[in-house]
């Protein structure tokens, strides 16, 4: 006999959990995020600023990876940046998607305190889907899910054996389903903020009320709830970030508790320790953040131009591969006679080191040492 889903059960959507199993580290937690938050808060706007924009860069990111999509890196940071209004030298143009996504996820943390609504969430979808397709596969916007192919299931395998993960709710069941889970959201309790995080999380993403996206949309309303834990629009960690990590145990748990019954301790632990990673995780960023600021301040009385300012920030924050006249040419949109005028003089002061090999592929990297560099003549 197959066993319900949490969703057909009598009791739902009446969950609980044993508040003891998720004290200690809920407390662990709670601490770590406010250690985090303390220290970001610490280090001056423009530094702030930098560690937020590279956290929503990477949630965003993450978030489409989570469902197998691929998002342009540089795009999505250039799409966050001209919304946030931040300066970061060229912007590079973003497509309709992914400025749909960063629209979504700048919505959801920075108007947290905002009600979740239905309209609101419809806005999201559509931003999601612009095309109102997925690829190949139209997707119906602005409307919940109506089952006219298929009942919405998440499977696996290859057609005709087939493993059926999770069957959502029967589309009739939505409008109500969508009310009583908004309404909860909505409505103050005497739940901790960071285990309501959880548990909207799974309840969207257990209702399903879209045709897609709907674990994106659940991502961002758990950072939505995130973000009302800490009264902050910014972001210092990537939820995201450490389930794309923990993918398969992050499906894994999902598809338990979603078999199980309302009891979800199981879930709400798996969630609280992820998120504790995250935080822990964050110390990379800022660990790079502070390195970021002590090369500049190294190189403070070098004078650069635009294109030579845009380079270097792009080789601090992780450019791949080594970098060459071409190269440089193509990230600040020059010939390659001019890219060549502006990476000597950096050589030169030290700024740059050139890599061994030499001639057609002569590569330059960042200098380990700057701190003694020498003035620079601004170029024009």
Not at 173 to 189: A, C, G, I, K, V
Not at 352 to 359: E, I, K
């Amino acid at each position: 006999m197959r066993r319900l889903y949490s969703h057909e059960r009598g009791d739902w959507p009446r969950f609980s959990w044993v508040q003891e199993s998720l004290a200690e580290t809920l407390a662990t937690v709670r601490h770590s995020q406010g250690r985090l938050v303390g220290r970001m808060e610490g280090l001056g706007f423009n530094l702030r600023e930098e560690a937020n924009l590279q956290t929503l860069t990477t949630n965003v990111l993450k978030t489409s990876e989570i469902e197998g999509e691929k998002l342009d890196a540089e795009m999505v940071r250039s799409s966050i940046a001209r919304r946030l209004g931040l300066d970061i030298g060229a912007l590079q143009p973003a497509d309709r998607g992914v400025d749909g996504v960063v629209e979504m996820m700048l919505d959801a943390t920075g108007n947290f305190s905002e009600p979740l609504t239905r309209k609101r969430l419809f806005g999201w979808h559509a931003a999601l889907f612009p095309n109102g397709r997925n690829g190949l596969s139209k997707v119906k916007v602005m409307s919940w899910r109506d089952d006219s192919t298929d009942p919405m299931r998440v499977v696996s395998g290859r057609i005709g054996w087939e493993q059926v993960h999770f069957e959502a709710p029967a589309a009739a069941r939505l409008p109500e389903e969508m009310r009583t889970f908004l309404t909860w959201f909505n409505t103050h309790s005497n739940v901790d903020p960071v285990l309501k995080a959880a548990l909207a999380h799974l309840w969207f993403v257990t209702v399903h009320p879209f045709d897609d996206g709907n674990g994106r949309i659940a991502r961002a309303i758990a950072d939505m709830a995130l973000a009302r834990s800490e009264n902050s629009a910014q972001r210092f960690y990537s939820m995201s970030a450490q389930i794309r990590l923990e993918r398969n145990a992050y499906y894994a748990i999902l598809e338990q508790t979603q078999r199980g019954g309302m009891n979800i301790t199981p879930w709400m632990e798996w969630f609280v320790a992820c998120l504790g990673r995250a935080i822990g995780n964050a110390e990379k960023t800022l660990a790079a953040i502070l390195a970021k600021a002590r090369f500049w301040d190294s190189i403070a009385a070098v004078e650069l131009n635009n294109r030579q300012r845009f380079v270097l920030n792009r080789l601090i924050d992780g450019f791949e591969g080594n970098l060459t006249t071409s190269k440089y040419a193509k990230l600040a949109k020059c010939s390659h006679d001019t890219a060549l005028r502006d990476i000597l003089p950096l050589v030169e002061r030290g700024v740059l080191l050139r890599n061994p090999s030499g001639g057609r592929s002569t590569s330059y990297g960042l200098a380990l040492q700057t701190a003694a560099v020498a003035p620079l003549a601004m170029i024009g």
